[in-house]
């Protein structure tokens, strides 16, 4: 499967917008944990050449290999940041209210905003928000198509996944490390057995009425 390329970021450069960004989120599918969002900005003079060995959509690469280029990704970045909205926010605002929220923090973490941003999937998250961002493309597909948004899924995919990992020795049973609070075997039956953990979202059509532990 050929890699993302560089082609929509190069069509904002070549309109005059110079801090061009992609955005990901991932997170939405779980059951426990944020949601997070990424978001990197590209070197206006960056090519396919210069762009990172493995730089794939986070869900075509391996977790080995993801925290191998981790690294890599975000030296190529000129800069970058994730944000994230706690599973309690996923439950009092619903998912688009905490993924926007979520993509806002990233935003705010960058050292200036993007003045064009591609954003992966039909829908664009900020479209209600009140960041102002010169241009907004949402790009189907996009973190295969699109090195920016590539680039953030990876980074957002790492950051979210060493924070459940963390989050697993005071968890044990739900076996976060493994799943990253995402349904699994294990997982299921670990909500079964010993119901919802402190950081599980509650309103999820799964988990909703099981007790606490």
Known sequence: MPGPDLSHEHTFHAQGHSRVAGLDEVGRGAWAGPVSVGVAVVRPEADERSMPLWLRDSKQLSEQRREQIFESVGAWCDDWAVGHASHQECDEWGMTAALRLAAERALAGLQRPPDALLVDGPVDLLRRSEWAIGA??????????????????????????????????????????????????????????????????????????????
């Open 136 to 213: 907004v493309r949402p790009v189907k597909g996009g973190d295969a198509m699109c090195a920016s948004i590539a680039a953030a899924s990876v980074l957002a995919k790492v950051t979210r996944d060493r924070l459940m990992r963390g989050e697993s020795p005071h968890f044990p049973a739900y076996e976060f490390e493994r799943n990253k609070g995402y349904p699994s075997p294990a997982h299921q039956r670990a909500l079964r057995g010993y119901g919802l953990s402190a950081i599980h979202r509650r309103s999820w059509s799964f988990t909703e009425g099981l007790p606490w532990n």
